[in-house]
């Protein structure tokens, strides 16, 4: 079946760091990817999304790019803040399907 | 905007006995979804739903059932729940057409089973 790794379970980085979170994918078929952000209390939202046709996200500053030769779709943003703290779930919809199936989750801390 | 909203949105039930838990939408979307989200295991789909009447087996389905009487409610019931199923869960729509990906999720349900 479908799946979606993420090998980070925690990032912690100060204010203005470069984030970079590592999303691997794995599907039969061609997939949409995501990037959803979870904040403290709430239930996840939509960051950003990338289909096969555009193969780029980009949304609040954050970046996100799809491989097809490496199953990848890394996250990243140049200068992170405070307010980002949250968790970051890769996700992808296969194509033809209706389920998302999420990645585990990362957990970015952003200290001041 | 968007909005999905969750019922009860905190729960203490003992081990064997009933819980429903209830979300109801106002975006007219014909897609549900209920999901349940552990540390360590992220967001794992139960139960989804396509439409009034519609109720469709997720990643996760045992131990549990779910019920789409209308387009706006869809219902996740624990008929004996067990404390394994302690959890937060969280009701999301979606307008999609198939792939569209985009989901509206509600504040989530702390579950715990004592």
């Known amino acids: 079946g479908d799946s979606v790794t993420q090998k980070q379970g925690q990032v912690t980085l100060s204010e203005d760091d470069f984030l970079f979170i590592n999303c691997t994918y794995s599907?039969?078929?061609?997939?949409?990817l995501f990037w959803y952000v979870q904040y403290p209390g709430q239930g996840p939202q939509l960051l950003l999304k990338?289909?096969?046709?555009?193969n780029k996200g980009i949304s609040r500053g954050f970046e996100a790019t799809y491989d097809k030769g490496t199953t990848s779709f890394h996250l990243q943003k140049a200068s992170v803040q405070e307010s980002d703290s949250a968790v970051y779930f890769c996700a992808l919809v296969a194509s033809g399907y209706n389920k998302l199936t999420f990645g585990k989750g990362t957990v970015l801390l952003v200290s001041p | 905007e968007a909005a999905v909203t969750q019922s009860p949105r905190n729960k203490v039930a003992v081990t064997g006995g009933k819980v429903t838990l209830s979300c109801n939408q106002t975006n007219n979307h014909n897609n549900m979804y209920w999901y349940r989200q552990d540390t360590g295991h992220g967001l794992r789909l139960i139960h989804y739903s396509y439409g009034a009447g519609s109720t469709e087996k997720g990643d996760i389905p045992d131990g549990y059932k779910a019920s789409r009487p209308s387009q706006e409610n869809f219902s996740l019931i624990l008929e004996l729940a067990t404390p394994s199923q302690t959890s937060v869960y969280f009701c999301?729509?979606?307008?999609?057409?198939?792939?569209?990906?985009?989901?509206?999720f509600g504040e989530g349900s702390k579950l715990t089973v004592l």
């Open positions: 999301a729509s979606g307008d999609g057409g198939v792939g569209t990906g985009q989901l509206y």
């Open positions: 990338v289909t096969t046709a555009n």
């Open positions: 599907t039969t078929t061609y997939p949409t």
